[in-house]
Structure formats: C-alpha cells, structure tokens
C-alpha cells in the first residue's frame, strides 16, 4: 500500500448523502477510533476476513455489520494499537504489528462522531474467535471475492435511529453491508485490485 491512497474517490461509491454533506464538517472535538480488516488465508486459500454484527443497544451502530475496533484509549499507543487491542477484546484474536502491512484512509462517521482510520493486517492461517457477548453478538467470516462481484451491490432502504435513508450497500450472504463499513470497504477493494 505504499501508492497514494484511492481515499474518497474510492469511498463515495458506498456513500449515503449522510456521508456526503458531512465529509468536510469534521468537528475539532471529534474522537478517533481504529478498525481491522483482518486478512486470512479462508476456504481454498480465498481471501477472507470477519466481520462482527454489533448487539442491538440503544446506540448508533445497534446491530450492524462492521470490523473489529473502538476508541482509543489513553493507553494505546497509536491508531494501530487501538486496531490490534480492540480486535482482540472484541474477538479473541490477538494480531502482531508485524502483521500489519497498512492503513486505508481516515472516514468521519456524522452520527458517532467518529474519525475512523482502518488498519489492514494479514494473518497467515485460519482465525478462531472468542466474541465478547457485550461487544459482539456475531463473527461474520466473509470471503473478499463476494464483494467484487457486481451483482452483490444495490441501493436499499435502511432506516437507522429513526431516520430513513437510501444506502449504497453490498448484499453478501443474505446481509446488509452499508454505511461507514461498505465505504471503507470500497476503498480498501479498489487498493486491493491496483496491487493484483
């Protein structure tokens, strides 16, 4: 990942108008976050890696899709850190910065207020999870072909804390992938088809 990042080019093809109008308005008092998009070896050597469903709780992110990941911490020394600690808090799955091979672009998400920065590491074999009932209510483990087929993308309804939106998403094994997730997502496969 050492060419210039695709960034929002990449990013608005998942984008709700939500994303759109807010991009730029980025609040000094934001709060950072970091995410892993954790690469593994799956079914016949696919290229996959998991996904969690967030428990239903009255909060911004109630039941949806996303990587591993939260806050950082006072603790964590860099985003990084915060990717690989939360990861293994929220999974199970404990990730070396030697693992680590980069970071797609920071993503503002309006309705945290959250600036997100993904991190991407690879791991050489299968991973085996140990969710956090209170952080995870399910590990999604999703195959990274599914998503560069076309046919797995559409506009769908989605109706979050009480607004209701009409959200670029990917369809992959009968779930809803969209928001901040589907767009980081996009990036990360537009720098995943320059390299192959």
């Not at 998942?14 to 998009?37: C, F, K, Q, W, Y």
């Not at 993503?107 to 956090?132: D, G, H, M, N």
């Not at 670029?168 to 496969?189: C, H, N, Q, R, V």
């Amino acid at each position: 990942m050492s060419q210039p990042l695709p960034g929002w080019s990449a990013q608005q093809l998942m984008a709700t108008e939500m994303h759109r109008n807010s991009r730029l308005l980025i609040p000094s008092d934001a709060r950072r976050a970091g995410v892993l998009i954790l690469l593994y070896p799956g079914i016949e050597q696919e290229l996959s890696f998991p996904l969690i469903r967030r428990p239903t709780y009255e909060g911004a992110h109630s039941g949806q899709i996303a990587f591993p990941g939260g806050k950082i911490e006072p603790e964590d020394q860099g985003i990084v850190h915060t990717a690989l600690r939360e990861t293994q808090e929220e999974i199970g799955v404990q990730v070396q910065a030697t693992q680590v091979i980069g970071r797609l672009s920071d993503l503002y998400i309006p309705v945290s207020r959250f600036v997100v920065s993904p991190v991407v590491a690879y791991a050489t074999k299968p991973l085996y999870y140990q969710p956090e009932p209170a952080e995870v209510a399910e590990v999604l483990d999703v195959s990274a072909q599914a998503f560069l087929n076309p046919g797995n993308r559409a506009v769908r309804p989605i109706t979050a804390r009480g607004v209701s939106l009409d959200a670029p998403a990917y369809l992959i094994d009968s779930e809803i992938i969209w928001g901040a997730t589907a767009m980081m997502l996009a990036e990360f496969f537009a720098v995943l088809q320059e390299v192959v």
